[in-house]
C-alpha cells in the first residue's frame, strides 16, 4: 500500500541566529516546555496520522536522539534518520536532492523548528484540491511581547519584508519577493494580472516552512543541481514557473511525469495524473471567472498556500521566537505541568503557567511564576523565578531571584543571586560549577562590572544586553 | 418614480450627516473634449446621443438625481445651445424638479481642467461635489461612498480630496473600455489609491517600492475595475486644479496627487461597487455595449420602459426575452423580434425581418426580410427590404436602400442615403460632411454653432458623391480613419475604439524571451543616447549659424542636453570636436577638397571658440580633444593633410595648448595607422611649435631617428621631446646629427 505523501523532516539545521543557545544543544534538541523542539513538528505529523518519517539530521543529533536519555521523543512514529554531513553546507533542497531515492510519493517537508496548532489537513487539502505542483503554509507574524535577554527595548523591524502575491481567494500564490531584491519596485506581467485580476499583495506574514511537494519537483531537483534552499531558490521558482509556459524548466517537470508514467505505470500519482487530467477535461468547473478560458488557463503548475489567520504558528530560529514558544507550549499539550517525578515541597508557590520537568527538586518557600524548569534541575530554598526558562540539570542556590533570562542546561547558580533579562550559557563537562554567578552579587542592569562568573568554555552572560567577557 | 427614490436617499444622507445641511452638489462636464464621435458628433454633441431611444445626458442627470444630488451645474462647450434647448424642454428644468440645474456655457473650454478651473474661479461648489461627464450611464448608489468619503475628510482633517468610484468586473468583460483599463495599488484596509496607471499597451506593470512603505502590510494591485468616470470630489480638486495649469484631465490630476502625494499629502481612495452598473460611453464600443445593457436591464430601475424623462409618449411596454415596444408599432407577418429589442414609437416593421439585439428609433421604417443584428438606429430611418444590418449605428435621418449590408462596424451619419445593392465593408463610415471639409474646420472646431454647420453643409454639396462608394444613390461621403490622423494618433483610432481583443500579448510570450530582450534594451539605449546627443548637438550648432546665437546660449543648451542624454563631459567635448570637424561634410558633401574642406572649416572654428574653451580646461580635456580630432582625420584619410592646419588654428585661437600638442603628438601612439598619421604631420606640427615658441628662439626641427621631436633651439642646443612625453634639453645626441636619418630639413 502506498502512502499518499511521505513526511520528510528538515533538522539539520545549525541554528545560526541562535547561536547563543545552540553552542552546546544542537537546535533540534533544544527544550521548550521540557521537550526537544523537533518532538513538535513529529508530534504534528503523528497527529495527522503518519506512520513514518524520514529525519534529514546530522550525525550529533542522531546520535543524541539514540543514546541521551533526556532526550525522549516519545514518538510512536517510524523514524528514518538519515544522516548528512555538518561541513557539507547543504541547504534544504540540497538535501531533498540527497533522499531522491527514498521519495516514492509526493512529499510534505516540515521544518524541526516549526511549531503550530495549523491544520495541516488545510494545506493537503489545497495540494489534492489543485493538483498542485506546491503548497506551503504561512501564517501572520506575530509581535514578541516578551522582553529577550541581550536586546535593548522592542528589536526594530529593520528586517527585509516578504512580498507574497496572493489572488483574490487568498490561496493561490501568484508572486513571491523579498523586499532586497525589489530594487525596481514590484514588476507584474500584464498577463498574470488579466488572469488573476485581483491581486492582495501581503507583507506581514511568515513561512512555516511547510511544504507539499509534487515528486516531480524532488526529480526535477535532482537534475537541475544548482538550486540549493527551498525557501530561497525552489519555491520562487516555482511561483515565476506557473505563468512562463514555453520555457524549459515546466517542460522538464513535465517530461519527467512522462518518463515516469512510461517507466513505472504503478505509480499511484501518475496514474491518478492522467484521470485527473481527464475529469478536468470534462468537467464545467472552473477557478475563475469573467474569461470563458479553461480551469487554471491551461497552466499545469500551480502553486498554494494556505495563511493562517489564527493559532499559533511559530518557527523557533531566534532567541525571542525560542521564548515565546516556551511561554506558549503548556498550552499545545494536555500534559500535568508538574511532573509526577518530581519532588515539590508543599510550602512553595508554583504557578498554573509554569512547567516542572522530571525529578526535579523544589524546596521550600520557593516561588515559580510563568516559567518552565527543566529535567533534573535543583531549586532551593527562598528562590524566586519568574519568566524565565531554566534548562535541564540546573542548580539553584538559595536566595536566588530569577527573571526573565534564560539559563541553559547544567549551570549553577551561586547562593543570593540576582539575575535579571540574562542569558547564563551553558555546558556540559565541568560538573561543579559550569556558569557560577558568584553569591550576593547581582546582575543587573547597572551592576555590568561586578559580576563575577567563573567562565568555562564559552558561557555567555548577557546583561541586558551587554556581553560581559572577562 | 425616480424623483421619489431621489428624495428617499436625500433623506438618509440629511439624517446622517447633522451640521451639513448644504445641498449636495454636482458638477456635470457635457462635452467630451475629444473627436471620438466624429462626424456623428459634428451634427450632435455627444451628450444628446440617443441611447436607448433617450439623450445620454439625461441619464446622468437621473443618475445623479436619485443619489440625492440637489444642485447640478452642467457645462457645456461644444453645441452648446443645442444641449442648452434639450435641458430647458426637459423635466430637470421644471420648477418642480428635486435637482435644480444651471447651465454654464462657454467656447473657452478645452478640457476638464478648464472646467474645474473655472469651477474655482466661480465659487460654485461649496462641499464636496460629484463630478461627472455627460455621457455617464449609471445606476449606482453613491451615497455610501459619499459617506465613507465625508467619514475620512473628517478624520483625517482633509487628507483625502477624491473618492473614484469603480465598479467590479474582470478584464475581458465587455462593458470595460480598453482604452480606460486602469491598474490600480490600493491599501486593502483604508482603500487608498496608491498607484493608478493605465495599462494600454503595457506589458509589465511597474510598482514603485515607495508606495508599499506606508505601515501597512496588505496591499491590493486590482485589474478588475471598471472606470465609471464617477468621482467625489472635495473643493480642493477645483482649486488644485487651478493651482496646477498642466492638469487637463482627470488622469492628470490623480497621477498627480499620488506623485505629490509627500508634499502636498492629499490622498485619494476609491470606492469599488459589486451591484451597480456605471459605464462611460467613450467610444462606439462602449456604445454598443452600453446600449444593449441597458436593453438587458442591467442599469436597472433606468431601463427603457420606465420612461424616466416623463416625457409624452416615450413610453413603452416590456415583454419577455426583453421585448421592447413603444405606441403604434407595427409589425409585419412572420417578422421575430428574438431577444433584447427596443422598438420606438410610430415605427413599422416589414414582413419576415429578423430582429436581435438591437434598438430602433422613433418613426423609422423597416422593408421586408430585414436582419438587424446589434442594430442601433436612431430616428426618422428608413431601411428597404432585403437589407442586412451587423453591429452598426444608424443615425437620424438615414436612408438604407434595398439590398445593402452593412457589415460590423460601421456608421451612417446624419442623412445619408445608401445603396441600393451594396455592401459596406467592415468599419466603413459615411457622412454628409466632407472629410476634407472637417480640416478646414479645424481652427473653428470648438466654435462653432448652428449656423455654420448649415453653412458648411451647402459647401460639401457641391462636392459630387462617389456612387462606388454610397451606391447609385447614395448621398454622402466615406471617412476613414486615415483621414483625421493630421491631428494625433489617438483619434485617429476608428470610432469604435480599440476592439477588444483576449489578450494579445497574453500567453505566447516567454519570459526568456522577455529577459533577451531585457538584455539587448540595456545595451542599445546608451549608444542611441549619444547619437542622438550628437544629432542634437549638430541641430543646436547649425541654429546657432542661421540664427546668430551668442556661443553663451550654445552653451547652455549643450549642457542641458548633456544632462538630457545622461553624457559624461569627455563625451561631450569628443562629439563637439567631432560635430565642429565634420560640418563642411555635413553642409557640403563628402565630395569636398582638402582646400575646400579648410576653407570652410577655419571660419567656423573661429566662430564656435569660445564653445570650445568652455569646455577644454584642464590637461586631459586638451589630449581628449586631440585623440577626437586624431580619430576623425584617421577615418578622414584623404584629408590628412588638413590637420595640421586645423590643429594650428585650434591653437593660434588658444583652444588648444602647445605643451598639449606636443604631449599627444609624442604620446598615444596605440597603432600603425596612428603612428604614420604622426609622421605624416610631424614635419608640420614642428612648424606649429616654430610658431608657436618665439621666446625660444627655435631655428628649426628634425625627427629623431627613435620618433622624437627634435626642436633646434638657439645656442646650439635642442629640445628633444621624446615619445614617452618626456622633454630634455640637450645638445644634439650624436646619432641625430646625422641628416640622412634624421630626415633633417
Known sequence: LQMELQAVLMAAGGGSRMMDLTYNTPKPLLPVGNKPLIWYPLNLLERVGFEEVIVITTKEVQKMISTDPKVKLDVKMKLDLVCIQEDADMGTADALRHIQQKVKTDVLVVSCDLITDAALHEVVDLFRAHNATLSMLMSKAHEFTETVPGQKGKKKTGEQRDFVGVDGTGKRLLFMANEADLDEGVVIRKSIMRKHPRMHIKTGLVDAHLYCLKKSVVDFLADNKSISSIRGELVPYLVRKQFSKSTNSPKVIDETHQNLKKNDKIQISSRDEELLHLTQERSCWNDHRGDMSDAYHGGRLRCYVHIMDEGICYRVNTLAAYIEANRLAPKLFDEPAVHPSAVVSERCLIGADSIIGASCQISDKTSIKRSTIGVSTTVREKVKVTNSIIMHGVTIEEGCNIQGSVICSNAVIGRGADIKYCLVGSHSTAREHNSKIAPEKRLTECHRAEVNITYHYKSITYNNCHKVSK | ?745
Not at chain 2, 454639396?461 to 491631428?487: C, H, L
Not at chain 2, 585650434?650 to 604620446?667: D, G, N, R, V
Request: proline fraction near 3%.
Open chain 2, 1 to 745: 418614480m425616480s424623483s421619489r427614490g431621489g428624495k428617499q436617499k436625500k433623506g438618509n444622507v440629511t439624517s446622517e450627516q447633522e451640521e451639513e445641511e448644504q445641498p449636495l452638489q454636482a458638477v456635470l462636464v457635457a462635452d467630451s473634449f475629444n473627436r471620438r464621435f466624429f462626424p456623428i458628433s459634428k451634427d450632435q454633441p455627444r451628450a444628446l446621443l440617443p441611447l436607448g431611444n433617450v439623450a445620454m445626458i439625461d441619464y446622468t442627470l437621473e443618475f445623479l438625481t436619485s443619489t440625492g444630488v440637489q444642485e447640478t451645474f452642467v457645462f457645456c462647450c461644444w453645441m452648446s445651445n443645442k444641449i442648452k434647448d434639450h435641458l430647458l424642454k426637459s423635466k430637470w428644468c421644471r420648477p418642480t424638479s428635486p435637482n435644480v440645474v444651471h447651465i454654464i456655457t462657454s467656447d473657452l473650454y478645452r478640457s476638464l481642467g478648464d472646467v474645474l478651473r473655472d469651477v474655482d474661479a466661480k465659487n460654485l461648489v461649496r462641499n464636496d461635489f460629484i463630478l461627472v461627464y455627460g455621457d455617464v450611464v449609471s445606476n449606482i448608489d453613491v451615497s455610501q461612498a459619499l459617506q465613507e468619503h465625508r467619514h475620512r475628510r473628517k478624520v483625517d482633517k482633509n487628507i483625502s480630496v477624491m473618492t473614484m468610484v469603480f465598479k467590479e468586473s474582470s478584464p475581458g468583460h465587455k462593458t470595460r473600455c480598453e482604452e480606460d483599463d486602469v491598474i490600480v495599488a490600493m491599501d486593502s484596509k483604508s482603500k487608498r489609491v496608491l498607484h493608478y496607471q493605465k495599462t494600454q499597451g503595457l506589458k509589465k506593470l511597474q510598482f514603485p517600492m515607495n508606495i508599499f512603505q506606508h505601515g501597512s502590510d496588505e496591499f491590493e494591485i486590482r485589474h478588475d475595475l471598471l472606470d465609471c468616470h464617477i468621482s467625489i470630489c472635495s473643493p480642493q480638486v477645483a482649486e488644485l486644479f487651478t493651482d496646477n495649469f498642466d492638469y487637463q484631465t482627470r488622469n492628470d490630476f490623480v497621477r498627480g496627487i499620488l506623485v505629490n502625494e509627500e508634499i502636498l499629502g492629499n490622498q485619494i481612495h476609491l470606492y469599488v461597487t459589486q451591484d451597480g452598473y456605471g459605464a462611460r460611453v467613450s467610444n462606439l464600443q462602449m456604445y454598443d455595449s452600453v446600449s444593449l445593457d441597458m436593453v438587458r436591464r442591467w442599469v436597472y430601475p433606468l431601463t427603457p420602459e420606465a420612461n424616466f424623462t416623463d416625457q409624452q409618449g416615450q413610453g413603452c411596454t416590456h415583454s419577455r426575452h426583453n421585448v421592447y415596444r413603444g405606441a403604434e408599432v407595427s409589425l409585419g407577418h412572420g417578422s421575430q423580434m428574438e431577444e433584447n429589442v427596443l422598438i420606438g414609437r410610430d415605427t413599422s416593421i416589414g414582413a419576415n425581418c429578423h430582429i436581435s439585439n438591437s434598438v430602433i428609433g422613433n418613426n423609422c421604417t423597416i422593408g421586408d426580410n430585414v436582419v438587424l443584428d446589434r442594430a442601433h438606429m436612431w430616428n426618422n430611418v428608413h431601411v428597404s427590404s432585403n437589407v442586412e444590418i451587423h453591429q452598426s449605428v444608424v443615425c437620424d435621418g438615414a436612408v438604407v436602400k434595398e439590398a445593402v449590408r452593412l457589415n460590423k462596424q460601421c456608421v451612417l451619419a446624419y442623412n445619408v442615403v445608401i445603396g441600393p445593392n451594396l455592401s459596406l465593408p467592415e468599419g466603413t463610415v459615411v457622412s454628409m460632411h466632407h472629410p476634407e471639409e472637417e480640416e478646414e474646420d479645424d481652427d473653428d472646431e470648438f466654435l462653432s454653432d448652428d449656423q455654420e454647420v448649415g453653412h458648411s453643409k451647402d459647401k460639401t454639396r457641391q462636392k459630387a458623391f462617389n456612387p462606388a462608394e454610397v451606391g447609385p444613390e447614395g448621398k454622402g461621403y466615406i471617412w476613414k480613419a486615415s483621414m483625421n490622423d493630421t491631428e494625433d494618433e489617438e483619434l485617429a483610432q476608428c470610432l469604435w475604439g480599440l476592439v477588444l481583443n483576449p489578450d494579445p500579448e497574453s500567453d505566447s510570450e516567454s519570459e526568456a524571451s522577455e529577459e533577451s530582450q531585457d538584455r539587448s534594451r540595456s545595451v542599445s539605449p546608451e549608444i542611441d543616447d549619444v547619437n542622438a546627443f550628437q544629432l542634437e548637438v549638430l541641430g543646436t550648432l547649425q541654429r546657432g549659424l542661421e540664427e546668430n546665437i551668442v556661443c553663451d546660449n550654445l552653451v547652455l543648451e549643450i549642457n542641458s542636453l548633456k544632462y538630457a542624454y545622461n553624457i559624461t563631459l569627455k563625451e561631450v567635448m569628443q562629439i563637439l570636436t567631432r560635430v565642429v570637424l565634420e560640418y563642411p561634410f555635413q553642409q557640403q558633401g563628402t565630395q569636398l577638397t582638402t582646400l575646400q574642406y579648410t576653407g570652410s572649416l577655419l571660419p567656423l572654428l573661429k566662430t564656435w571658440s569660445p564653445v570650445f574653451k568652455n569646455y577644454i580646461k584642464r590637461a586631459q580635456d586638451h589630449l581628449d580633444c586631440l585623440s577626437a580630432v586624431e580619430e576623425l582625420f584617421l577615418e578622414q584619410d584623404t584629408h590628412q593633410t588638413a590637420m595640421v592646419k586645423v590643429l594650428m588654428k585650434m591653437y593660434q585661437l588658444e583652444i588648444l595648448e602647445e605643451e598639449a600638442i606636443l604631449k599627444w603628438f609624442s604620446t598615444g601612439a596605440t597603432n600603425d595607422k596612428s603612428r604614420q598619421l604622426r609622421k605624416n604631420q610631424g614635419v608640420r606640427l614642428g612648424q606649429i611649435c616654430v610658431w608657436g615658441k618665439p621666446s625660444q628662439n627655435v631655428k628649426g626641427y628634425q625627427f629623431g631617428h627613435c620618433g622624437s621631436l627634435i626642436l633646434l633651439l638657439q645656442k646650439e642646443t635642442t629640445l628633444l621631446i621624446f615619445s614617452d612625453g618626456v622633454q630634455r634639453k640637450q645638445t644634439p645626441c650624436s646619432q641625430c646629427h646625422k641628416k640622412e636619418s634624421c630626415g633633417m630639413v
